[in-house]
């Protein structure tokens, strides 16, 4: 369990430099589609500690996947609902999102879509990766037979 938790803090930190360098991207792009004309202080402030806490739960949640008694199932579900509830803040505390049960639907679709889009590419490349070192095992013993 100790082991796990300094994983986490330690990916953490690794991640949470990431924040403002995504938080600087946001605000370009918003900037640059005439979305935002200029910040104050306290939006840069709280864009800054958002997505560095952000970056940082992100980074250190990955740390279920090591976790041997942890079916996959369920390490993959609190993986999500841990992201979703990270990101839905971020983006209702920077006014990213408005509040409101519309707005929020939305972004929950779009959330699941995209979860499910990227851990279908991560199940196809695996399985891809682990019939071809499976076939070249067969290769191996096969020769090693002869």
Known sequence: MKKNVMEFICRGLIACGF??????IVYLILYNCDVIETLDVNQVC???FSL????????GI????QIERLP???AILIHGVVLYIGYLCTYLLNDWLAFGIKPILIFT???IVGYFIIWAIIYTATKRNTAQLNEK????QQGSEM
């Open 62 to 65: 990955n740390v279920l996947y």
């Open 19 to 24: 924040g403002p360098i995504v938080l600087a």
């Open 109 to 111: 679709v779009i959330f």
């Open 46 to 48: 709280t864009g800054i």
């Open 52 to 59: 560095s806490a952000l970056a940082f739960v992100a980074g």
């Open 137 to 140: 095992l067969k290769k191996s």
């Open 72 to 74: 996959l199932i369920l």
